[in-house]
């Protein structure tokens, strides 16, 4: 998801500069290209008595559309303006892409039923359809995915903050204010130093509990 909001902010700052033109709604699309279709989640994870388990994939059923998404949107949009279009092709095919790898599959639906997935420990790139994929989930799911991905240090959590970090100076030096781009980037550093610490105490604070528990103090 921080991967997607660099990856968004660099897009626009990137068909702002190949185009020589300088359009905020072409950053705005960028983003939210990028973005959008993860809205799922947040609907799923409500839906789902506030879980985020190993079979969390399942909110990509609700908006992960490419066919809709990725193609008739970008098409649509290319009718008011071509660049605005294109922008919207790249940034949804993008993310479509990138949750190819790290989801558990993405489908050209209504056209199949197959899901897609380059997942390294996914026994296959095509998944037959919705029990073909619970049953592989039941046996190489993990529960822990959430936590391994933001609730703790790893070198792609922090390579994710560095594009957004990047993508942000990028946008705020292309409308001609380095300066508050470098400022908020900063900001963006310290409130993910505040998270790394905040998860670093609360996770001392269970073991320290745990040690009590154990030695009954
Ligand atoms: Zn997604």
Redesign the pocket.
């Known amino acids: ?1 921080i991967l ?1 909001l660099g990856f968004g902010l660099l897009l626009g700052v990137l068909v702002n500069f190949v185009f020589q033109i300088k359009d905020w709604r072409v950053i705005a699309l960028g983003v939210s290209s990028s973005l959008i ?2 809205v ?2 947040i609907i799923y994870y409500f839906l789902n008595g506030r879980k985020v388990d190993k079979y969390f994939y399942r909110h ?1 059923d609700i908006f ?1 559309h490419p066919f809709f998404v990725c193609l008739l949107a970008s098409l649509i949009l290319a009718f008011i303006n071509p660049i605005y279009g294109l922008t919207w092709f790249i940034g949804s095919a993008y ?2 892409l ?2 190819c790898f ?2 558990w599959g993405i489908r050209f639906w209504p056209i199949t039923n197959c899901y897609i997935t380059f997942r390294n420990d996914s026994p296959k790139i095509i998944i037959a359809d919705k029990q073909d994929q619970t049953d592989i989930v039941d046996v190489y799911g993990d529960a822990n995915w959430a936590r391994k991905k933001y609730g703790e240090f790893n070198w792609m959590f922090a390579f994710e903050m560095a594009v957004l970090m990047f993508g942000t100076m990028a946008a705020f030096s292309q409308f001609g204010d380095a300066e508050l781009g470098f400022s908020v980037a900063m900001y963006e550093l310290v409130l993910w130093s505040f998270w790394l610490i905040y998860l670093h105490i609360t996770r001392l604070n269970k073991n320290l509990e745990k040690f009590k528990r154990d030695y009954s103090m």
């Open positions: 998801m997607d279709v993860d799922d989640a990509r992960h993310h479509f990138h949750d790290e989801g």
